[in-house]
């Protein structure tokens, strides 16, 4: 729900999930938890951060639930372990967690389709005969819908908008691009799509079915997904472009990432996760059904052998050679991250009142650095030797699977991988710059991270395009270098020629007022570039004024 996701996709999108983690190692890991508080509050304080929230929690229990910082700048509040944070995306866990419920209640199958169980849901899908929208596709993205329009993301409510009409808004964005259950694109409009068939099986409102099922028994008695009057008492205002406060968002479709949460909530939430299930001494799911919800499914790739991706609302995120589960969230000015380990039975939640990604990013990179003192390093090696069929797959590819179909003539052009081998390993690299990822060989088809030793890079036999390479939850397919150079070629002579019909009129706009320069095609011929040149620009401004206060403008 940050801006710069926004930018990057041309339109302002709801409920981010944060990208992986970056593995730059810090100066010095932290080995005692007065370590890693130390050097927190170091980083909320050299980088003006308002406030962190923490929920720290292994075997024995939470062992740091607490605060750094200020709730309220302007009113000189301390932030502590009752203030409550918006949790954005993460929120949308608690949509897996009831459908799972239900699912192992017989009263619902995650292979149900959606027209069956809810056919007023406005939503278009060509390939429904064969290839229908069912509950599991609602969960794990691959709907095939692009994410929720701007009319939806800057939508601002305080009515209380009911589950329904906050669907029925703006449903335009809800029709499949790909046939469902092939391709994973993030979508904020499938959640709540499924948070309205739990409440329809039910008969209760979704908040009220998640607070007597979730939140209570997990100990979240704080957590809320409205503006309630604990919220204006202790919700943490939250802060954006340089610490401005921003108004409380009432986000239109509440169950994808409108919860309100204290440190003290996140660590039940968060201890539920490592008892794999349970909370208040009774599982509130069972084991299998959260080991599902942590597996991918309904994708290409993962049934061609993907062991990462995106399950039910939850997935994988790996540090330095270990696999968390996680789920990012974000508003605007105010980021989460709720990230457990299994194997080391630890986790975490970390929220931040601010749109200091890079902050958020470091603070959550020294956490994992603690919880993973301990274990013994992964060690990947390569299997076998790299034959002419292994070496099938190099070449240049485009993604084909973007979250908004808006952005996709910029794929085409500027998010080229170049896939080759190099020392007898598979290198994922961006043709324009930045550092390769590494794979090492399982089979000709299948490759494992070299970090994690996980199968993260698969060939997949996409029903519409055939033959692509899916790379955790990025599918590419294999484009010609003379495609590919051409493209780039078009799109520097269209940059030259836009900066060009600037300058140029610097020169034919002074022979014009100066009457060198007759009427008709001479001039259409220099008006017209200026205009496209102008188009652009205005383009550009317009969505900057817009992205300063998506609310208001």
Same mark, same amino acid.
């Given at each position: 729900m940050t801006r710069f996701a926004a930018a990057a996709y041309l339109l302002l999108i709801l409920l981010v999930p944060l990208p992986a983690l970056a593995d730059e190692e810090a100066e010095k890991k932290p080995e005692t938890l007065e370590e890693l508080k130390a050097a927190v509050a170091t980083i909320v304080e050299e980088n003006d951060v308002p406030a962190v929230g923490i929920a720290m929690v292994d075997a024995t229990g939470p062992i740091w639930v607490g605060a750094i910082g200020k709730a309220s700048l302007e009113n000189d509040i301390d932030a502590d372990e009752d203030s409550l944070f918006r949790i954005g995306s993460t929120s949308k866990m608690f949509v897996a967690l009831s459908?799972?419920?239900?699912?192992?209640?017989? $009263?619902?199958?995650?292979?149900? $389709?959606?027209a069956d169980l809810a056919p007023e849901i406005v939503f278009d899908n060509q390939w429904e005969e064969q290839d229908p929208v069912r509950v599991v596709h609602l969960l794990e993205h691959t709907t095939g819908w692009d994410d929720i329009h701007l009319p939806e993301f800057a939508n601002s409510d305080p009515t209380p908008l009911t589950l329904k009409q906050g669907l029925d808004f703006h449903p335009h964005s809800r029709v499949s691009r790909w046939k469902p259950g092939s391709r994973m694109s993030y979508c904020n409009a499938g959640p709540p799509v499924a948070a309205y068939i739990v409440q329809k099986i039910t008969g209760q409102d979704f908040e009220s079915y998640v607070q007597e099922?979730? +939140?209570?028994?997990?100990?979240?008695?704080?957590?809320s997904y409205r503006l309630t009057d604990e919220v204006e008492e202790k919700g943490v205002t939250l802060y954006a472009n340089g610490n401005q406060p921003q108004e409380y968002w009432h986000i239109i479709m509440r169950p994808s990432g409108s919860i309100n949460a204290s440190?003290?909530?996140?660590?039940?939430?968060?201890? +539920?996760?490592l008892n794999r299930g349970v909370a208040d001494d009774r599982p509130l799911i069972s084991a299998e059904s959260l080991a599902r919800m942590e597996r991918a499914v309904?994708?290409?790739?993962?049934?061609?052998?993907?062991?990462?991706?995106?399950?039910?609302?939850?997935?994988s995120s790996s540090h330095e050679g270990w696999m968390y589960r996680a789920h990012d969230g974000g508003v605007i000015g105010g980021l989460t991250e709720l990230a457990?380990?299994?194997?080391?039975?630890?986790?975490?939640?970390?929220?931040?009142?601010?749109?200091? &990604?890079?902050?958020?990013?470091?603070?959550?990179?020294?956490?994992?650095?603690?919880?993973?003192?301990?274990?013994?390093?992964?060690?990947?090696?390569?299997?076998?030797e790299i034959t002419a069929e292994h070496r099938d797959i190099e070449g240049l590819y485009y993604p084909v699977n973007p979250r908004q179909q808006l952005s996709f003539f910029l794929d085409r052009v500027l998010n080229i991988y170049r896939l080759y081998f190099e020392d007898g390993k598979l290198m994922q690299k961006p043709l324009l710059g930045?550092?390769?990822v590494e794979f090492v060989a399982a089979s000709p088809s299948q490759y494992r991270s070299s970090e994690t030793g996980a199968i993260s890079l698969v060939q997949a036999e996409d029903p519409l395009l055939g033959p692509v390479v899916q790379v955790g939850t990025m599918v590419l397919k294999s484009t010609p270098p003379l495609v590919v150079y051409s493209q780039l070629g078009v799109a520097i002579l269209w940059g030259l020629a836009i900066v060009t019909s600037f300058? &140029? +009129?610097?020169?034919?706009?002074? $022979?014009?007022?100066?009457?060198?320069?007759?009427?008709?095609?001479?001039?259409?011929?220099?008006?017209?570039?200026?205009?496209?040149?102008?188009?652009?620009?205005? +383009?550009?401004?317009?969505?900057?004024?817009?992205?300063?206060?998506?609310?208001?403008?």
């Open positions: 459908v799972l419920k239900l699912v192992e209640e017989g $009263r619902l199958s995650l292979d149900d $389709r959606l099922n979730f +939140f209570a028994p997990m100990g979240m008695r704080q957590a440190p003290t909530d996140m660590a039940g939430m968060v201890t +539920f996760f309904s994708t290409i790739g993962n049934r061609a052998g993907l062991e990462v991706g995106f399950g039910l609302n939850n997935y457990y380990l299994p194997e080391a039975v630890a986790g975490h939640a970390i929220m931040i009142n601010s749109d200091d &990604y890079a902050s958020f990013r470091e603070i959550s990179e020294l956490v994992r650095d603690f919880e993973t003192r301990q274990l013994d390093a992964v060690v990947v090696e390569q299997v076998g930045g550092e390769p300058l &140029y +009129f610097l020169v034919w706009g002074v $022979r014009k007022l100066r009457g060198k320069i007759p009427a008709g095609a001479t001039m259409r011929i220099r008006v017209w570039p200026l205009l496209a040149g102008l188009s652009i620009a205005a +383009f550009i401004g317009l969505f900057v004024v817009g992205m300063s206060d998506p609310f208001q403008q």
